[in-house]
């Protein structure tokens, strides 16, 4: 016979059983809900948790449609990553980037959604790295996919657009198609001076894009008038011993040597030259690049 304290320790523990198992699917049910209903409060309560990881992207998913970051000009962009794996490939080079940003893509369509601004990161990197591999009819291809999103739910000004319109135009170029990409410059051009002003850096960096490509078309009088106006702009908005002064002073230089006046061309070289070795030091490899120029317009000269 059955003790009656063993038989009511039975009950006692199918009983809180079925309580921890009714507790479990209480629990499961309130975060499906929340997930559902407020993913910044889901993800709030995981960070309590210490699940920072995943707590990460769902917080910025929800954030980053009210106020999205803005793209660098120049593809250099400043996003933060939604997770701490989306920051390991994002920082990833070499030989296997290419693996790497397909994965952030992955991972932010599927976190993200496929028009969040890290996703359109995720695809301007790849675009990028593929063109930096010489594969740059990919890159025009990847950049195309993804502009008419962007345009959509940021509008045809807005700076993310014209960053992908304006690295797009860079990958016509390194395609071959340098028609497109002139136009697409211009194009880039004249919004970002009508939205930004015409010194502002943002539109000057566009300037001296469509200045070096009109360069290598042989029109050099168009590149000239473009980059003294990028030059003009860069001393007064960055100082003349800026790098990047400096390096439009280096460019204007050769155009300017290249259509025989070889005096100012000496003079912009020399100066390019002073302030190369201040900002980089002597052995940089720009300021030996300036070096090497200058040397050979006094050759020539003599």
């Known amino acids: 016979m059955t003790p009656p304290w063993a038989a009511t320790a039975g009950r006692r523990r199918v009983i809180g059983r079925d309580v921890v198992l009714a507790a479990l699917a209480t629990v499961l049910a309130l975060v499906v809900a929340v997930f559902t209903a407020a993913p910044q409060v889901f993800a709030w309560w995981l960070g309590l948790l210490g699940l920072i990881a995943l707590a990460g992207p769902i917080r910025r998913g929800g954030a980053a449609y009210r106020s999205p970051p803005d793209l660098d000009p120049d593809g250099n962009v400043d996003f933060e990553a939604t ?3 989306a920051r390991s490939l994002r920082d990833r080079s070499g030989p296997d980037a290419e693996q790497h940003h397909r994965q952030r893509i992955a991972l932010h369509s599927r976190l993200l959604g496929p028009d969040h601004p890290d996703t359109v990161l995720a695809h301007n990197d790849l675009a990028r790295t593929l063109g930096e591999y010489g594969r740059t009819a990919e890159a025009v291809e990847i950049l195309r996919e993804v502009l008419p999103s962007v345009a959509r739910t940021r509008g045809d000004e807005h700076p993310d657009t014209l960053s992908i319109r304006n690295n797009l135009a860079a990958a016509l170029a390194a395609a071959g198609r340098p028609d497109e990409a002139t136009r697409l410059f211009t194009e880039v051009l004249a919004s970002r001076a009508r939205e930004l002003g015409a010194l502002h850096p943002h539109t000057l960096s566009v300037r001296n894009n469509l200045a070096q490509l009109l360069a290598g078309l042989d029109r050099s009088d168009e590149a000239e008038t473009h980059l003294r106006i990028v ?3 860069r001393t007064r908005l960055l100082g003349d011993d800026d790098p990047l002064t400096a390096s439009t002073r280096h460019g204007l230089a050769v155009i300017v040597a290249a259509r025989g006046d070889d005096a100012e061309a000496e003079r ?11 900002r980089l030091g002597p052995r ?3 300021t ?3 070096r090497t120029a200058l040397a050979e317009l006094i050759r020539r000269r003599a």
């Open 83 to 85: 997770s701490a794996l």
């Open 231 to 233: 030059l003009d702009g």
């Open 268 to 278: 912009l070289f020399v100066r390019a030259l002073t302030a190369r070795r201040r």
């Open 284 to 286: 940089h490899p720009l």
């Open 288 to 290: 030996l690049a300036t």
